[in-house]
């Protein structure tokens, strides 16, 4: 099958048979749930997207074989394949502000396709074979993957193999002549209910104790034994007011959930690391600094709609001739684009594996995701700024419509003249929505902690950042001989 249209990705979600929770009940078609259909809808934009002349170059690629495929199943080959990777996402941000939760797996991927290369080299196993055909098969078919790495954790200061509870890393409790048996759980899994399949991988380095915790394979999400639970965001029962206004965004969204793995069944050849301990830090430190590289683009992108939504405010209020205002979306556009910068550098600088796909430049994508965890925050506080209070104390669609009080609200919340109430209300729920409705789950508090949190980037920071060859540097200058 070559590119799946929109319409066949949904059809294809359809067919699935999730084991889906929320707020304590089954959901029996989370396609057509109204609070998880825009999360949807953010995905099949990632299909949509690929359809249209003008946007091929970004969105496909035509591998040397002739098959042209989605970009979000690409093994990477070259730079200008990962420029290219950042460019796709920050239009997907621009065209959704939200989410599109297909990039985990283009990251797991890339990652995975390393690491078994070098583990094979070492151990003669046979993980690359075996990913080379999952790849084929994700690609022939323009699956949605889940790539899967963050484990509950537990006590932060034990090892895998030491917490109280085993199950609080991922890990392997049989070994059967046809494969292994896993339990454990995935914490704030992006997009898993509207993957097919998902790919799961170790989420720390791990030592000679934590063997049966350093696992990587893929299982189709709806696999016997998976259960996965969703996580609440700010405001998501607005979606079932029936306001398309209030909710600011009503047509795309981001979803996360628990995803708990009990006894399931992972046949030989989905088997992409098993006990192989030393490799399971190289394929967090590989899929990590993806994904870094990864936020340089989507952050990007939904940035972009949330200075445009800004900057409308600022005309609807008739402040947009203020020099303050110039200067806020300004600075706004300037942390945006350090972002972009970042995200472009630690593409162009890929280097290739020994694989043959190409990886980001660690230190700079790490630097890409320690500036993410800070820039949208101070653009969001600008927005707020800019905004004005009425984008947390405007009254509900529903009372604008209303016939004896509707007329208030009109009159009362008018700014300039020759645009109306509603339009400024829509901009200003917009805001709220990127900044402390549901998308500020994507927007904020993902730009934190998502792909790592900030610390964990300044330790690779300090691993990459060559203080001693800097020393170095100064001594020459300075004419220092010890
Ligand atoms: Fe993609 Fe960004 Fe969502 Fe990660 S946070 S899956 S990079 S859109
Ligand atoms: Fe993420």
Redesign the pocket.
């Known amino acids: 099958m070559a590119l799946m249209t929109g319409e066949q990705y949904v059809e294809s979600m359809r067919k699935l048979k999730l084991n889906v929770y929320m707020f304590g009940r089954k959901i029996e078609s989370p396609v057509d749930d109204p609070i998880l259909r825009p999360s949807l809808n953010s995905v099949k934009a990632t299909y949509d997207l690929a359809q249209l002349p003008e946007y091929e170059d970004l969105m496909t690629v035509t591998l040397a074989d002739g098959r042209k495929i989605n970009r979000f199943t690409n093994i990477h080959r070259s730079a200008d394949d990962l420029v290219k990777k950042v460019k796709m ?1 920050r239009l ?2 621009q065209k959704t502000a ?7 797996g283009m ?1 797991a991927f890339n990652a995975v396709w390393s690491t078994t290369y070098e583990t094979d080299k070492k151990y003669g196993t046979c993980y690359h074979d075996n990913f080379k055909k999952y790849v084929r098969m994700v690609q022939d078919a323009d699956l949605t993957v889940d790539g899967a790495m963050t484990d509950p954790k537990g006590d932060r200061s034990l090892a895998p193999s030491a917490q109280s509870d085993p199950d609080l890393f991922l890990h392997v409790v049989e070994k059967r002549e046809d494969g292994i048996v896993v339990t454990g759980a995935k914490a704030h899994q ?2 898993i209910i509207n993957s097919q399949e998902v790919i799961v991988m170790p989420t720390i380095s791990m030592g000679p104790d934590d063997k049966d915790y350093a696992v990587s394979f893929a299982v189709p999400t709806d696999a016997k034994g998976i259960t996965m639970i969703i996580g609440r965001q700010s405001c998501d029962t607005r979606k079932l007011e029936g306001s398309q206004m209030d909710v600011g965004n009503s047509e795309f969204g ?1 979803v996360e959930a628990l995803v708990v793995f009990d006894n399931v069944f992972v046949p030989n050849d989905r088997i992409f690391l098993n006990g192989e301990h030393e490799f399971a830090g190289m394929l967090v430190e590989r899929f990590a600094g993806y ?1 870094r590289q ?2 340089g ?3 990007v992108g939904v940035g972009d709609v949330l200075i445009g939504a800004s900057a409308l405010a600022a005309d609807y209020n008739g402040a947009a001739k203020a020099s303050h205002i110039k200067d806020k979306l300004i600075e706004m556009t300037h942390l945006n684009e350090t972002l972009y910068c970042c995200g472009i550098a630690c593409s162009a600088e890929g280097t290739q594996t020994e694989s043959g796909n190409y990886l980001i430049d660690l230190l700079l994508a790490n630097v890409c995701k320690q500036n993410v965890t800070r820039f949208p925050y101070e653009i969001a506080r600008l927005a707020e700024d800019i905004a004005g209070g009425l984008m947390v104390t405007a009254p509900s669609e529903k009372d604008l419509r209303d016939p004896k009080i509707g007329p208030l609200v009109e009159k009362y919340f008018k700014g300039v003249e020759h645009v109306s109430t509603e339009n400024r209300l829509r901009c200003l729920r917009l805001i709220e929505n990127l900044t402390l409705g549901s998308a500020a789950v ?1 927007y904020r508090t ?1 730009s934190l902690h ?2 790592g949190s900030p610390q964990a980037q300044r330790i690779m920071i300090s691993r990459q950042g060559n203080i001693a060859m800097k020393k170095e540097l100064a001594k020459a200058i300075a004419k220092i001989k010890e």
Do not use: I, L, M, P
């Open positions: 996402q997907c941000g939200a989410c599109f939760q297909r990039c985990v990251d992006t997009g981001g994904h990864s936020y683009g989507c952050k994507g993902e998502g792909a």
